[in-house]
Protein backbone atom coordinates (compact mmCIF):
# COMPACT_ATOMS: atom_id res chain seq x y z
CA UNK A 1 0.00 0.00 0.00
CA UNK A 2 0.98 3.71 -0.99
CA UNK A 3 2.37 5.70 2.13
CA UNK A 4 -0.29 6.95 3.78
CA UNK A 5 1.09 10.99 2.43
CA UNK A 6 0.63 10.13 -0.78
CA UNK A 7 -2.57 8.59 -0.26
CA UNK A 8 -3.75 11.99 1.30
CA UNK A 9 -2.14 14.46 -0.27
CA UNK A 10 -3.45 12.35 -3.92
CA UNK A 11 -6.91 12.65 -2.47
CA UNK A 12 -7.28 16.17 -1.68
CA UNK A 13 -5.77 16.65 -5.58
CA UNK A 14 -8.70 14.78 -6.38
CA UNK A 15 -11.08 16.44 -4.34
CA UNK A 16 -9.27 19.82 -5.36
CA UNK A 17 -9.81 21.39 -1.80
CA UNK A 18 -7.71 20.50 1.38
CA UNK A 19 -11.27 20.39 3.32
CA UNK A 20 -11.61 17.98 6.18
CA UNK A 21 -15.13 17.44 7.54
CA UNK A 22 -14.86 16.91 10.93
CA UNK A 23 -17.11 14.92 13.21
CA UNK A 24 -18.20 16.26 16.03
CA UNK A 25 -21.56 15.37 17.38
CA UNK A 26 -23.01 17.39 20.40
CA UNK A 27 -26.14 16.36 21.65
CA UNK A 28 -28.22 19.48 21.95
CA UNK A 29 -27.34 20.08 18.64
CA UNK A 30 -27.77 16.95 16.05
CA UNK A 31 -31.47 18.19 14.83
CA UNK A 32 -34.38 16.60 16.39
CA UNK A 33 -35.10 14.95 12.34
CA UNK A 34 -32.72 11.90 13.73
CA UNK A 35 -34.80 11.45 17.24
CA UNK A 36 -33.09 12.84 20.16
CA UNK A 37 -29.15 12.24 20.34
CA UNK A 38 -29.43 13.17 24.48
CA UNK A 39 -31.45 9.83 24.90
CA UNK A 40 -30.49 7.32 22.03
CA UNK A 41 -27.18 6.46 20.08
CA UNK A 42 -29.24 5.97 17.03
CA UNK A 43 -29.45 9.07 16.45
CA UNK A 44 -25.96 9.96 16.39
CA UNK A 45 -25.07 7.04 13.77
CA UNK A 46 -28.11 8.43 11.97
CA UNK A 47 -26.58 11.48 11.97
CA UNK A 48 -23.40 10.46 11.53
CA UNK A 49 -23.91 8.27 8.61
CA UNK A 50 -26.34 11.18 6.40
CA UNK A 51 -23.11 13.53 7.30
CA UNK A 52 -20.78 11.18 5.67
CA UNK A 53 -22.82 10.84 2.52
CA UNK A 54 -22.77 14.51 2.22
CA UNK A 55 -19.10 14.74 3.07
CA UNK A 56 -17.84 12.31 0.95
CA UNK A 57 -18.97 14.43 -2.36
CA UNK A 58 -17.12 17.75 -1.00
CA UNK A 59 -14.00 16.50 0.77
CA UNK A 60 -11.55 13.93 0.82
CA UNK A 61 -11.19 13.24 4.83
CA UNK A 62 -12.89 13.09 7.86
CA UNK A 63 -11.80 13.76 11.42
CA UNK A 64 -14.01 11.92 14.01
CA UNK A 65 -13.98 13.96 17.05
CA UNK A 66 -13.55 10.47 19.51
CA UNK A 67 -14.19 12.19 22.80
CA UNK A 68 -17.33 13.52 21.57
CA UNK A 69 -18.76 9.85 20.85
CA UNK A 70 -17.17 8.49 23.91
CA UNK A 71 -19.21 10.36 25.98
CA UNK A 72 -21.95 8.41 24.64
CA UNK A 73 -20.19 5.43 26.46
CA UNK A 74 -19.80 1.82 24.70
CA UNK A 75 -22.44 3.20 21.97
CA UNK A 76 -21.09 5.67 21.10
CA UNK A 77 -17.53 4.19 20.84
CA UNK A 78 -19.10 1.73 18.67
CA UNK A 79 -20.69 4.54 16.73
CA UNK A 80 -17.51 5.87 15.55
CA UNK A 81 -16.05 2.58 14.54
CA UNK A 82 -19.52 1.97 12.16
CA UNK A 83 -18.70 5.64 11.27
CA UNK A 84 -14.97 5.48 10.53
CA UNK A 85 -16.09 2.03 8.66
CA UNK A 86 -18.73 3.85 5.91
CA UNK A 87 -16.38 6.73 5.33
CA UNK A 88 -13.45 4.40 4.47
CA UNK A 89 -15.63 2.30 2.68
CA UNK A 90 -17.13 5.31 0.72
CA UNK A 91 -13.14 6.31 0.00
CA UNK A 92 -12.45 9.11 2.31
CA UNK A 93 -9.53 8.68 4.57
CA UNK A 94 -10.63 8.71 8.22
CA UNK A 95 -8.41 10.74 10.44
CA UNK A 96 -9.14 9.85 14.29
CA UNK A 97 -8.92 12.38 16.43
CA UNK A 98 -7.91 11.03 19.83
CA UNK A 99 -5.40 13.10 20.81
CA UNK A 100 -3.31 10.02 22.74
CA UNK A 101 -0.34 10.25 24.79
CA UNK A 102 1.29 8.09 27.81
CA UNK A 103 4.65 6.11 28.03
CA UNK A 104 5.71 4.24 25.59
CA UNK A 105 4.36 1.00 26.73
CA UNK A 106 0.40 2.62 27.18
CA UNK A 107 0.96 4.03 24.17
CA UNK A 108 1.49 0.26 22.50
CA UNK A 109 -2.31 0.35 23.57
CA UNK A 110 -3.60 3.30 22.04
CA UNK A 111 -1.86 2.75 18.98
CA UNK A 112 -3.21 -0.29 18.67
CA UNK A 113 -6.58 0.56 19.52
CA UNK A 114 -6.60 4.00 17.09
CA UNK A 115 -4.51 2.81 14.37
CA UNK A 116 -4.67 -1.15 14.56
CA UNK A 117 -6.87 -3.34 12.55
CA UNK A 118 -9.80 -4.99 14.19
CA UNK A 119 -10.37 -4.88 16.81
CA UNK A 120 -8.32 -1.74 16.27
CA UNK A 121 -10.07 1.36 15.06
CA UNK A 122 -7.93 0.88 11.84
CA UNK A 123 -8.25 4.55 11.06
CA UNK A 124 -5.63 6.37 8.39
CA UNK A 125 -4.15 8.44 11.27
CA UNK A 126 -4.74 9.41 14.33
CA UNK A 127 -4.01 12.85 16.51
CA UNK A 128 -1.32 12.29 19.27
CA UNK A 129 -0.25 14.85 22.07
CA UNK A 130 4.01 15.21 22.19
CA UNK A 131 4.71 16.98 25.39
CA UNK A 132 5.25 13.92 27.16
CA UNK A 133 8.17 13.32 25.43
CA UNK A 134 9.23 11.76 21.79
CA UNK A 135 9.29 8.48 23.42
CA UNK A 136 5.47 8.35 23.75
CA UNK A 137 4.99 8.93 19.91
CA UNK A 138 7.33 5.83 19.02
CA UNK A 139 4.75 3.12 18.95
CA UNK A 140 2.44 5.11 16.90
CA UNK A 141 5.42 6.10 14.70
CA UNK A 142 6.19 2.08 14.32
CA UNK A 143 2.51 1.30 13.43
CA UNK A 144 2.49 3.63 10.80
CA UNK A 145 5.60 2.66 8.91
CA UNK A 146 4.21 -0.54 9.26
CA UNK A 147 0.77 -0.13 7.84
CA UNK A 148 1.27 3.14 5.81
CA UNK A 149 -0.66 5.45 8.43
CA UNK A 150 -0.34 8.72 9.08
CA UNK A 151 0.36 9.97 13.17
CA UNK A 152 -0.56 13.85 13.53
CA UNK A 153 1.06 15.61 16.08
CA UNK A 154 0.13 18.74 18.36
CA UNK A 155 2.59 21.70 17.49
CA UNK A 156 0.76 24.87 17.99
CA UNK A 157 -2.55 24.21 18.52
CA UNK A 158 -5.56 26.74 17.84
CA UNK A 159 -7.05 27.00 21.22
CA UNK A 160 -6.95 30.46 23.42
CA UNK A 161 -4.52 28.98 25.76
CA UNK A 162 -2.07 27.36 23.10
CA UNK A 163 0.95 29.58 24.25
CA UNK A 164 0.64 28.74 27.80
CA UNK A 165 2.57 26.35 27.37
CA UNK A 166 3.83 26.37 23.90
CA UNK A 167 5.16 29.63 23.50
CA UNK A 168 7.33 29.73 26.17
CA UNK A 169 11.06 30.75 25.30
CA UNK A 170 13.42 27.63 25.51
CA UNK A 171 16.47 28.71 24.51
CA UNK A 172 15.90 31.49 22.42
CA UNK A 173 13.08 29.79 20.75
CA UNK A 174 9.34 29.18 21.39
CA UNK A 175 8.57 25.52 22.81
CA UNK A 176 6.26 24.59 20.08
CA UNK A 177 9.71 25.41 17.17
CA UNK A 178 11.45 23.17 19.18
CA UNK A 179 9.03 20.23 19.53
CA UNK A 180 8.92 20.94 15.44
CA UNK A 181 12.52 20.72 15.29
CA UNK A 182 12.43 17.44 17.33
CA UNK A 183 10.13 16.06 14.65
CA UNK A 184 12.72 16.03 11.76
CA UNK A 185 13.21 12.34 12.61
CA UNK A 186 10.07 11.25 12.75
CA UNK A 187 9.20 13.01 9.40
CA UNK A 188 11.55 11.35 7.25
CA UNK A 189 10.24 8.00 8.55
CA UNK A 190 6.96 8.45 7.26
CA UNK A 191 7.87 10.06 3.76
CA UNK A 192 6.34 9.31 0.72
CA UNK A 193 7.39 9.29 -2.82
CA UNK A 194 5.28 12.71 -3.02
CA UNK A 195 8.14 13.97 -0.61
CA UNK A 196 5.34 14.64 1.46
CA UNK A 197 5.15 12.61 5.03
CA UNK A 198 2.52 11.31 6.85
CA UNK A 199 3.70 13.10 10.23
CA UNK A 200 1.52 15.71 10.45
CA UNK A 201 1.83 18.93 12.35
CA UNK A 202 -1.27 20.17 13.88
CA UNK A 203 -1.14 23.80 12.93
CA UNK A 204 -4.14 25.71 14.18
CA UNK A 205 -5.57 28.33 11.86
CA UNK A 206 -6.25 30.99 14.39
CA UNK A 207 -2.17 31.67 14.99
CA UNK A 208 -1.00 32.58 11.09
CA UNK A 209 2.09 33.39 11.95
CA UNK A 210 2.98 30.38 13.31
CA UNK A 211 2.14 28.46 11.05
CA UNK A 212 3.82 30.07 8.03
CA UNK A 213 7.36 29.84 11.14
CA UNK A 214 6.52 26.50 11.64
CA UNK A 215 6.31 25.41 7.68
CA UNK A 216 10.03 27.15 7.59
CA UNK A 217 11.10 24.45 10.62
CA UNK A 218 8.81 21.32 9.21
CA UNK A 219 8.81 21.66 5.15
CA UNK A 220 7.80 18.04 4.88
CA UNK A 221 5.37 17.77 7.25
CA UNK A 222 1.72 17.55 5.82
CA UNK A 223 -0.31 19.76 8.18
CA UNK A 224 -3.24 19.37 9.74
CA UNK A 225 -4.67 22.93 10.42
CA UNK A 226 -7.93 22.91 12.84
CA UNK A 227 -9.88 26.36 14.02
CA UNK A 228 -11.13 27.63 10.38
CA UNK A 229 -14.93 28.39 10.73
CA UNK A 230 -16.32 28.08 13.78
CA UNK A 231 -13.08 28.86 15.86
CA UNK A 232 -12.92 32.74 13.59
CA UNK A 233 -10.11 31.98 11.17
CA UNK A 234 -10.14 32.86 7.97
CA UNK A 235 -9.62 30.46 4.86
CA UNK A 236 -6.55 32.68 4.15
CA UNK A 237 -5.74 32.22 7.66
CA UNK A 238 -6.12 28.62 7.23
CA UNK A 239 -3.62 27.91 4.60
CA UNK A 240 -1.05 30.23 5.87
CA UNK A 241 1.35 27.19 6.80
CA UNK A 242 0.79 25.88 3.16
CA UNK A 243 3.10 25.92 0.78
CA UNK A 244 3.15 27.16 -3.11
CA UNK A 245 3.46 24.38 -5.90
CA UNK A 246 2.45 24.51 -9.27
CA UNK A 247 -1.50 23.86 -8.34
CA UNK A 248 -0.83 25.82 -5.09
CA UNK A 249 -3.01 23.04 -2.82
CA UNK A 250 -0.13 21.93 -1.23
CA UNK A 251 0.55 21.65 2.42
CA UNK A 252 -2.35 19.60 4.18
CA UNK A 253 -5.62 19.70 4.95
CA UNK A 254 -8.12 22.59 6.68
CA UNK A 255 -10.85 20.78 9.73
CA UNK A 256 -13.96 22.18 9.91
CA UNK A 257 -16.69 20.42 12.31
CA UNK A 258 -19.00 23.14 13.61
CA UNK A 259 -19.42 25.48 10.99
CA UNK A 260 -20.31 22.80 8.50
CA UNK A 261 -22.25 20.20 10.76
CA UNK A 262 -24.48 23.10 12.85
CA UNK A 263 -24.71 25.90 10.03
CA UNK A 264 -27.82 28.15 10.42
CA UNK A 265 -29.96 27.17 7.16
CA UNK A 266 -29.84 23.38 8.61
CA UNK A 267 -30.90 24.18 12.10
CA UNK A 268 -33.95 25.80 10.41
CA UNK A 269 -34.50 23.18 7.85
CA UNK A 270 -38.21 21.32 8.37
CA UNK A 271 -37.50 18.30 6.78
CA UNK A 272 -35.12 16.05 5.82
CA UNK A 273 -34.29 17.04 2.12
CA UNK A 274 -34.07 20.40 3.48
CA UNK A 275 -31.24 19.58 5.95
CA UNK A 276 -29.35 17.59 3.24
CA UNK A 277 -29.18 20.93 0.71
CA UNK A 278 -28.43 23.11 3.84
CA UNK A 279 -25.50 20.65 4.87
CA UNK A 280 -24.27 20.04 1.09
CA UNK A 281 -24.12 24.32 0.85
CA UNK A 282 -22.19 24.72 4.09
CA UNK A 283 -19.55 22.14 2.83
CA UNK A 284 -19.55 23.33 -1.24
CA UNK A 285 -18.79 26.52 0.12
CA UNK A 286 -16.04 25.87 2.75
CA UNK A 287 -14.36 23.40 0.12
CA UNK A 288 -14.56 26.19 -3.06
CA UNK A 289 -13.45 29.17 -0.10
CA UNK A 290 -10.82 27.15 0.76
CA UNK A 291 -9.85 26.04 -2.62
CA UNK A 292 -9.68 29.51 -3.91
CA UNK A 293 -7.65 30.59 -1.23
CA UNK A 294 -4.92 27.71 -1.82
CA UNK A 295 -4.71 29.79 -5.61
CA UNK A 296 -3.93 33.08 -4.35
O1 LIG B 1 -6.44 18.04 16.74
C1 LIG B 1 -7.44 18.71 16.45
O2 LIG B 1 -8.21 18.33 15.61
C2 LIG B 1 -7.57 20.04 17.08
C3 LIG B 1 -6.41 20.67 17.43
C4 LIG B 1 -6.45 22.03 17.79
O3 LIG B 1 -5.43 22.65 17.99
N1 LIG B 1 -7.64 22.65 17.85
C5 LIG B 1 -8.82 22.01 17.56
O4 LIG B 1 -9.88 22.67 17.59
N2 LIG B 1 -8.81 20.68 17.24
C6 LIG B 1 -10.07 19.94 17.00
O5 LIG B 1 -10.66 20.44 15.81
C7 LIG B 1 -12.06 20.54 15.95
C8 LIG B 1 -12.49 21.98 15.75
O6 LIG B 1 -13.88 22.07 15.60
P1 LIG B 1 -14.58 23.38 15.01
O7 LIG B 1 -14.02 24.52 15.76
O8 LIG B 1 -16.03 23.15 15.29
O9 LIG B 1 -14.27 23.42 13.55
C9 LIG B 1 -12.41 19.98 17.32
O10 LIG B 1 -12.75 18.61 17.16
C10 LIG B 1 -11.13 20.10 18.10
O11 LIG B 1 -10.97 19.07 19.05
Redesign the pocket.
Given at each position: MSAYADRLIEAVRRKDTPLCV?L?PFTDRIPALFGDAREDTSAVLKFGASIIEIAQQHAAVL?P?LGLFEQFGEMGYATARLLTEQARGAGMIVLL?A?RGDIGTTAEGYARATLGPKPGFDADCV?VNPYMGLDTLEPFLSVAERASKGVAV?VR???PGAGDVQDLQVGGAPVWRRVGEMLSGATQRLKGVSGWSGLMA?A?ATYPEEARALREVMPDALF?V??Y???GASAADAVAGFVTKPKGLEGGVV?????VLYPQAAQAAKNMSEWRAAIGDAMAAAAAELRAACAR
Open positions: GDKQDKTLTSNVGLPGGAQSSSRA
